[in-house]
């Protein structure tokens, strides 16, 4: 269960690819979206994003109600989209990786291969590497490195998958409601997990119907309403806007 993206083995419709990985500054857009549309196979539109650029380093949330389309969006992202669905519009990005960090860290996970020869296998890490992101992430105690995924709780193995994401190095990462399944004191840990583990220069986008990952997390919100991708203005601004 690999969920390392790369976009360079996608080619969806009127997709442009660019060779190399992103190496300049925020301001040019690693990812674009336009006139972009996810339909069933009925004809029915599940997903409408008008214009959509992603630029190094931000760190984005995207809210909705369930089934409003937040998981289509972060798949329309990585360029890969369940059977039967029919991608239109235009999708340019400029990064080869795409790093994702599911809803239960044990779909990112192969259940039954030990934790730390699994991450060495999927992300080519060194030994040392693994240790220190391992240990970064709160898995501390090497016994947990020699367990199989399978055998760690469920806030441990949703630590595994953050490290996991962090190993890949990809200069974009997704999360998929990463905190849905967690308490309150686990949720917290884990967005600290995130800011601490995905670096400056990487760009996290977090799929969340909780409004605590939005406050703690996001420079920019996206909002999802029956498939339609808007952009809400960012807190501080809004704040300042009332003043």
Known sequence: MILIMRSDVIKPAREHLVAAEVRGSGSRPILSLRDAE???ADGRRLLHVASLDVLAGQRIAVTGPSGSGKSLLLSTLTGRWPAGLRFTG???TAVGRI???PQRGLDALHPLIPLARQL?????????????VLVSVGLDDPALHRRRPAELSGGQAQRAGVALAALTNAPLVLADEPTSALDHESRDQTLRLLEEV?????????????????RALAARH???????????SPRGERESGRR
């Open 99 to 101: 790093g994702f960090v």
């Open 38 to 40: 996810v339909r069933a």
């Open 90 to 92: 235009e999708r340019t």
């Open 198 to 214: 995905i670096g400056p220069r990487q760009t996290l986008v977090v799929a969340t119907h909780d409004t605590a990952v939005v």
């Open 120 to 132: 060495r296998l999927v992300t080519g890490a060194a030994p040392d590497r693994i240790v220190g």
């Open 222 to 232: 996206l909002a999802v309403s029956d498939g339609v991708v808007t952009e809400l």
